[in-house]
């Protein structure tokens, strides 16, 4: 089933939810520019790793009857309690976080032309570790003389994108959703595509090396792709839920005519 709405869809900006559109963008994204790219580069994705101490492991699979599961340390820990150790420290486990992005690189020599980044909440929450690995993998592009490309699909959080905030505000002062391209090069140009909640997504030209033609690829033909083949409709329960941040008066009653209409919502 395809999206109900133009371009993107904020339900789909829910913390539990929107991991898996991230992935899913990486790829479908990768695959879209690979099938553009003249020859002599390749696109591959790549991932940046950091530990984020407010997550704590979840298992792969996890299936429990009624009641909780026993905890599977209770009895080596009344064991060693009985044989007189001393417990000197308790210890959550937390797994490190990996964020996928996409890398152009020439195929001879592999030299990285381009980064395209789709913008994760982690990127956007201030003071953590996600959002200071970020801005730390952003900066090497920067100075590496790398384009990039970012793709930010998230109301809530501050701004991440390597375009100067001011600068986006003087050319787009609404939108809701943008696309930041930094070009490399000695001075670096910033250009920003602005999205807003009824726009339909982009074409997104995505810059290589000087002199060679961009290749662009449609983000709203991306975005249909990850929708209908990943089950988002059963996740996210348009007539049980609201879209996180909260829309605004206007959007809301828009957006639920628009549900409406498809049989969404009753």
Known sequence: MPS??????PWLERPPVFPTLHNALIIYIQAAVNAALPPGYV?????????????????????????????ASAVAVATLTRAGLL?????????????????IRTVDDE?????????????????????ASYQQKQDEFRRSQVNLVEIDLLRGGPHTTAVPLARLRAVAPNCDYHISVMVAGSPRHYFVAPIKLADRLPHVPIPLDPGVEPV????????????????????????????????TREQQAWAEDLLRAKGLLP
Do not use: W
Request: hydrophobic share 35%; net charge negative.
């Open 4 to 9: 109900p709405f133009p371009g993107m869809d």
């Open 43 to 71: 696109a591959a994705n790549d991932s940046r790793v950091y530990v984020d101490p407010e997550l704590h492991r979840v298992p792969d699979v996890g299936v429990f009857g009624p009641g909780r599961a026993p905890d």
């Open 87 to 103: 417990e000197a420290a308790t210890e959550v486990v937390i797994d490190p976080v990996e964020e996928f992005y996409l890398e």
């Open 111 to 131: 030299r990285l032309v381009t980064a395209v980044e789709v913008v994760s909440p982690a990127n956007k929450r201030a003071g953590e570790n996600g959002r």
């Open 216 to 247: 662009t690829i449609d983000l709203q033909a991306v975005f249909d792709r990850c929708y209908d083949e990943g089950g988002f409709v059963r996740r996210v329960k348009y007539a049980k839920q609201q879209p996180e941040p909260s829309l």
